[in-house]
């Protein structure tokens, strides 16, 4: 099953737009976490079996196993989560980019070593740089406007009269989207730009960062960014969710933020 | 020591340009190498036995240990170059790029975990995207005018009146400079681009990839891109040095084609 095909069904399985990302950071374990052993997959699990029912997407950040030497534990988790929760895109949020032949090793990484149906890349390298995933039948989700405040050195520039983001859509909508599933990344922080974007790519879905700790208002989001179906977004959290309590209860707290959010991201008429 | 101080040493301890990239494919193994054992390792050590001499820098490209579940081998190679051979600059080919909080994943990564003098980073996300890099002591390479055909796709675009690429010279020059050692990435196919980035950015160092199985000319790229002192440059080959040879003779052959490229890319006067 492609990208596209797996993130419908979770869209209709969860009714749901909610994608929790996992960015197991170990300063900000619970204390009653026993950090000593297995912590980060502990972690990450708890939080998986506490909010699976009520998302569309999971999305691992890999920087935060790559720092601590837990590629292990990324492994099992992404292998944990599709096999029980079958209904839920597993996204491996990587942000990779390299010429052709790097990216083909980048691309066994993402859907071979953790099964990933889909993996962020950063579009700076352009076509020949993400072939090599849709090779292996992945999919594609492109940097487009990002969350972050240095997201305006770059992509609002102005390229023969449209910022560098909306070429970019142009690009992932138009030529990239030939070749194999796309989406993009546009930060719930710009919901003037999101909407610019959903008018140049389609149906085509798009991963939101940005609400919670980075202060993106979700309706806004939603308002702005999902299609005419209701569906066409996956609204991130990260830091809200998995750190919503830092006691025992951390799992429960973060199942009660992940029910407000995926309330607080519902499209009208779900 | 900083990374513009390691890599002024490299280039005074190894009168060379030239680094030699470290992209283990087992396909590409020798057959002489029994791949069942420690390949990985033996294969990049054994490369970087027979040219530590010929290089100002080593340049292990982090997807081809990941692709493999080989991160361990990759904190074994890097440790081992560090500790024998002090005056190779290490970069770790990861072009990296996330916001702030995840970038400081990626620093730990690339400085903690791996030991790297600089780390090749993308500039889609912008300035904040890169503070957590300086942060760890380490430099930052900048995607700038990379060497595969989609390049053209976005690096080209006008900017008003300038290509992007331009435009990225100028940010890392003028504003990522004032937080730390950086450096560029200018494809060695490209060498009148090479050349316009060089009149950008001083003397900041650039590294060129492109020559050898990509094809750049390294003359070329000499004469485009070294400063008036005859440095500034690090021209790195990969495949044409590491693949030199499928047979037991592979370590040499690899010697003999660095000893060829280091020629090949010496300055006038060197």
Redesign the interface.
Same mark, same amino acid.
Request: aromatic share 6%; glycine share 16%.
């Given at each position: 099953m492609g990208f596209h095909e797996q993130l419908s069904r979770s869209w209709a399985a969860s009714n749901s737009l909610l994608c929790v990302g996992l960015?197991p950071d170990p300063a900000r374990f619970p204390k009653a976490l026993d950090i000593g052993h297995d912590a980060v997959f502990r972690f990450c699990k708890e939080i998986v079996d506490a909010t699976a029912d009520l998302v569309c997407a999971f999305k691992p950040?890999i *920087?935060?196993f *790559?720092?601590q030497?837990e590629?292990a534990s990324l492994e099992r988790l992404c292998q944990y989560i599709v096999e029980t929760y079958p209904d839920v895109t597993l996204i491996l949020d990587a942000?990779?980019?390299?010429?052709?032949?790097? *990216?083909e090793?980048?691309a066994?990484?993402a859907f071979?070593?953790y099964g990933a149906h889909a993996v962020t890349v950063?579009?700076?390298?352009?076509?020949?740089?993400v072939v090599p995933f849709f090779a292996h039948g992945g999919g594609v989700i492109a940097?487009c406007r990002?969350?972050?405040?240095?997201?305006?050195?770059?992509?609002s520039?102005?390229?023969?009269g449209k910022p560098?983001y909306i070429?970019?859509a142009e690009?992932v909508a138009n030529?990239w989207s030939q070749h194999g599933d796309c989406g993009l990344v546009v930060g719930a922080t710009y919901p003037d730009e999101l909407r610019a974007v959903r008018q140049v790519v389609g149906d085509l879905p798009i991963l939101v960062p940005g609400i919670g700790a980075?202060g993106g208002e979700p309706r806004a989001a939603v308002s702005a960014g999902a299609t005419t179906e209701g569906r066409g977004l996956m609204i991130s959290s990260s830091r809200a969710i998995i750190y919503a309590s830092s006691d025992a209860d951390f799992a429960e707290a973060a199942r009660d933020a992940a029910i407000s959010a995926r309330l607080a991201t519902l499209p009208p008429g779900w």
């Open positions: 960015d950040q *920087a935060y *790559a720092s030497r590629e942000k990779r980019g390299d010429i052709g032949s790097t *990216a090793q980048y066994r990484e071979g070593r950063n579009p700076y390298l352009g076509g020949d740089s940097l990002t969350s972050n405040p240095g997201g305006n050195d770059l992509q520039l102005d390229c023969g560098l070429r970019v690009m030529d980075q």
